[in-house]
DNA sequence: AAAATACGTGACCTTCCGGTCACCTGACAT
DNA sequence: ATGTCAGGTGACCGGAAGGTCACGTATTTT
């Protein structure tokens, strides 16, 4: 039950921390939330700040395993219908898993108190996306999908309005689904400006 | 002297708050930033939260005084060079300015905790640039400087990585010129991408 | 000139918070 | 059966936090 108990307090804590902030949430509500009286945390971590330490170790360690090998990348797609479907799920699936927006949220709120936060805020928000679509740009090219134009020029051009209507997902939850529509609408409008003219059909 | 001291606290608590968030600040560091001691600030406020309040309130006021009326907006340009310049203009004042500055990090770390906090935060991020950009694009078009294509759709691809950035300058302010150097090379992709064949020349 | 007001001070109160510790208990190894 | 130990408990601690109050004093009001 050790490990078991030391996750749960992880997970509670990514939640906490996540809404109210690092100062703004404190032990004693953590530890009742799973049952636990506060000083049972002390079996599992040293401090507080451990606590925090930790979560950003792994979140550290996630965001290597996921994004730090091209191979662990998504292939670029053959047609334009294709690319738009992945787009579809990626946006979805980073809007929806409980996770990964507690995450943002976190690095969100704390960019500004931690370096560590701070750095992984800007790979999360910025140059990790504009990297993978870089190279995804890059293979639509090679396969006369896209305009050839500066690929890593595209992939800001695309990603960063992406993130920008994923923030508002994680700001306002209520309008997800709007959100989502929005994306899509962009997408379309991306390939309307960039794709080559037969770039659709296979 | 009293309004005076007033101001200052409201100063020193935007500063204290846009870098530790409002849970992370005490009063009594605030106040003694100020030379004074912390119950001085209770001539002023009846509390901590109503300094917080206060703040929001100026920010609405703020936001409604400069962006609520489209007068006074900035009107299209006539040439590219002109939007190329006005643009430079907006987003180094925005990054520059330490008071538009502070209020974008408060807004950004309390977004998920202040239902104000977060109303503001789209309308700063998302809503209040598209809008504006929308009027400017929609009068370029109607001057032969851009493509017609859906104004909104076109200021939303292009506020939101303009966003991204002032978002990184805020993140990591060592990064600032380069930042503003890469906003200004994303200006120039979109008039290319956009602008008229002869948009540039008058 | 006297009274009222504005504003700042320092002592004090209460509550909350992170953290420690002696103790309990059930699982497990010997 | 017994000793060890991981994991949980509740009482306790020191300090920090928000907030109150009686008091002092300079400025204004009348």
Redesign the pocket.
């Known amino acids: 039950?050790?490990?078991?108990?030391?996750d749960r307090i992880l997970k509670a804590a990514l939640e906490k921390f996540s809404e109210n902030g690092y100062?703004g949430?404190?032990?004693?509500?953590?530890?009742e939330s799973l049952?636990?009286?506060?000083?049972?945390?002390?079996?599992?971590f040293?401090?507080?700040?451990?606590i925090w330490n930790t979560l950003l170790d792994e979140m550290i360690a996630y965001y290597a395993a996921r994004f730090g090998s091209p191979r662990n990348l998504p292939p670029a797609p053959d047609t334009m219908d294709d690319f738009l479907e992945m787009t579809g799920r990626l946006v979805n699936l980073t809007v929806r898993d409980e996770k990964i927006v507690m995450t943002r949220k976190l690095l969100t709120i704390e960019q500004f108190r931690d370096g560590r936060a701070r750095e992984l805020a800007t790979k999360h928000f910025l140059t990790g996306l504009t990297e993978m679509f870089t190279r995804i740009f890059a293979g639509m090219m090679d396969k006369g999908l896209l305009r050839r134009e500066d690929p890593a020029m595209l992939a800001f051009a695309y990603t960063a309005p992406i993130s920008a209507l994923i923030h508002l997902c994680d700001r306002e939850p209520e309008k997800t689904e709007e959100a989502l529509a929005q994306a899509e609408a962009f997408t379309r409008h991306f390939i309307a400006t960039y794709g080559m003219p037969e770039g659709g059909k296979r």
């Open positions: 039950m050790a490990k078991d108990t030391r100062a949430t404190n032990i004693r509500e953590l530890t049952g636990l009286v506060k000083s049972a945390m002390y079996r599992h040293e401090s507080k700040e451990e």
